[in-house]
């Protein structure tokens, strides 16, 4: 029965999920999103055993809830649960963005276009005609390779440890742009005017093996997907070893979110006030 007296609006409801999920910065992301917006949303961070991926998504759809970010160990699963996927999304074999729409689940990656808009609108860096150099050859540099290859750089090189790796992913992408893959040796010589780290080295406060000169004068950039209060390992090595400008990815963590509000919201946020909020939280 509904109740006339009820004026409240309706509140849709959006979660993360992921293993581990404590220190998710999603929750009060959408929070500022929707209080910016006024949009009616509820959004939460789930945590999810191992195993019981699919299950949880069913049980969230069964309650009435609307979209999910799925965030590590998931994606690849959530990617294999969903009956549409956008093209990003197929190209990246991982989905970070779950729509529940028309009794369907359309899965979307918003990570790619992320950093996209985080390097050009924010950081106001020209990708177009440049010499991108991405680092890792995992899941991280997966995810970014279509949305980075749209900008249409004029070489994109991935570099991994395992250069097989590298040269594997490269292959897979070959007809969406200039792309090669290699290890850090053959890296001699070269020098690229962005820098992009999707290596989990940052995590463990390790530094690829990069040598001197990778970073073209003058204007080199350097970027680290992952960001912490302190500048990270491969941060403090661009800073000594040439780079003019240097960043770490806590505007790609606003970006993707703002694309995923707006998939599910159809209503785009401004990201810089969070951002610079979120800067100031993590200090
Ligand atoms: P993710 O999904 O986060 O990308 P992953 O699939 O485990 O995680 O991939 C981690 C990436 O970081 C790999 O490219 C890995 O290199 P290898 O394929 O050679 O293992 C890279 N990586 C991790 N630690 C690194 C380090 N200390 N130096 C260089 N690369 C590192």
């Keep these: 029965m509904i109740d006339i007296f009820d004026f409240s609006p309706k509140v849709d409801d959006y979660a993360v999920m992921g293993n581990p999920i404590g220190h998710s910065k999603s ?14 949303i509820n959004y939460t961070a789930i945590h999810v055993d191992l195993g019981g991926f699919e299950q949880a998504v069913g049980n969230f759809v069964a309650s ?34 779950l729509i529940f729409k028309d009794k369907k689940i359309i899965g979307d990656n918003t990570d790619g276009v992320g950093l996209v808009r985080d390097l050009r609108d924010n950081k106001k860096l020209e990708l177009q005609g440049r010499r991108i150099l991405l680092m890792g050859a995992g899941g991280a540099a997966r995810g970014v390779l279509l949305p980075l290859l749209n900008q249409q750089p004029a070489q994109l090189t991935i570099v991994n440890r395992t250069p097989e790796k590298a040269k594997d992913l490269a292959d897979s992408f070959s007809e969406m742009g200039k792309v090669a893959g290699c290890g850090y040796e053959a890296l001699a010589g070269q020098s690229f005017d962005l820098i992009i780290n999707a290596t989990a080295a940052s995590l463990r406060g390790e530094m690829p093996p990069l040598r001197e000169g990778v970073i073209a004068p003058p204007g080199g950039a350097c970027y680290d997907m992952m960001y912490a209060s302190k500048p990270t390992a491969f941060m403090r090595w661009c800073q000594e070893h040439g780079a003019d400008r240097v960043y770490d990815g806590l505007g790609m963590l606003v970006e993707q979110a703002a694309e995923s509000f707006y998939l599910w919201r159809g209503v785009r946020p401004q990201t810089n006030e969070v951002i610079e909020t979120l800067r100031q939280e993590i200090k």
């Design 27 to 40: 929750p009060a992301i959408h929070a500022q999103f929707a209080r910016q917006t006024k949009q009616a």
């Design 64 to 97: 009435g809830g609307r979209g999910l970010n799925i965030t590590v160990p998931f994606k690849q699963e959530a990617w294999a649960l969903a009956e549409e996927r956008s093209e990003r999304a197929e190209r990246a074999g991982a989905v970070n963005t």
